[in-house]
T-cell receptor, first 116, second 114 residues
Framework: DTGVSQDPRHKITKRGQNVTFRCDPI?????LYWYRQTLGQGPEFLTY????????KSRLLSDRFSAERPKGSFSTLEIQRTEQGDSAMYLC??????????????FGPGTRLLVL | AQSVTQLDSQVPVFEEAPVELRCNYS??????LFWYVQYPNQGLQLLLKYLSGSTLVKGINGFEAEINKSQTSFHLRKPSVHISDTAEYFC????????????FGSGTRLSIRP
């Protein structure tokens, strides 16, 4: 069990550029979640997938944000035309849908984005 | 809608002293409750979770939490802390019916003094 992995771990970009982050969930997990965490705050839910289907999106996910999980395995989160307010830690989590006691979300180490 | 309030942003304690991190929740439906820990520059790790049943939940690293439904609280406790417990602690809630997303509190920074 290699856990949830995220790439890159750190990203510095200039305002207006596009960035893409990748998340690889635990292999047998069919649910995948994206959260955003700003400094001094708890994580905020962005979106989640069950297999390939994106089942819920937060109002925080503006039109500049898009997430995909094309084959039901890894996922990508893209931010277009980045703004300084997008600077945050982007966390990915995965879980196995089913019995409640199995639905623990396991988090990756996060991708820290800094928009200059 | 669900929400979580962590009553203390920072809690300093001496090593080997007991600690309690306070959390209140609100929800119009039954919920799951969680405590997560985040060590510096790392992701979140689940400490413990309440789904149903006993009001006292035991977790990893000697932590436990007790749900009080009349006061809508879910405080985290440890009888004796260690330097390695220095971290940010997050109380969280999700809906009973789907657990599709977790709503986190703003966190409590626990600092341990030798």
């Amino acid at each position: 069990d290699t856990g949830v992995s995220q790439d890159p771990r750190h990203k510095i970009t200039k305002r207006g550029q596009n960035v893409t982050f990748r998340c690889d969930p635990i292999s047998e997990h069919n649910r995948l979640y994206w959260y955003r965490q700003t400094l001094g705050q708890g994580p905020e839910f962005l979106t989640y997938f069950q297999n390939e289907a994106q089942l819920e999106k937060s109002r925080l996910l503006s039109d500049r944000f898009s997430a995909e999980r094309p084959k039901g395995s890894f996922s990508t989160l893209e931010i277009q035309r980045t703004e300084q307010g997008d600077s945050a830690m982007y966390l990915c989590a995965s879980s196995l849908a089913g019995l409640a006691d199995k639905e623990t979300q396991y988090f990756g180490p996060g991708t820290r984005l800094l928009v200059l | 809608a669900q929400s979580v309030t962590q009553l203390d942003s920072q809690v300093p304690v001496f090593e080997e002293a007991p600690v309690e991190l306070r959390c209140n929740y609100s929800s119009s439906v039954s919920v799951y409750l969680f405590w997560y820990v985040q060590y510096p520059n790392q992701g979140l790790q689940l400490l413990l979770k309440y789904l149903s049943g006993s009001t006292l939940v035991k977790g990893i690293n000697g932590f436990e939490a007790e749900i009080n439904k009349s006061q809508t609280s879910f405080h985290l406790r440890k009888p004796s802390v260690h330097i390695s417990d220095t971290a940010e602690y997050f109380c969280a809630v999700s809906r009973y019916s789907s657990a599709s997303k977790i709503i986190f509190g703003s966190g409590t920074r626990l600092s341990i003094r030798p």
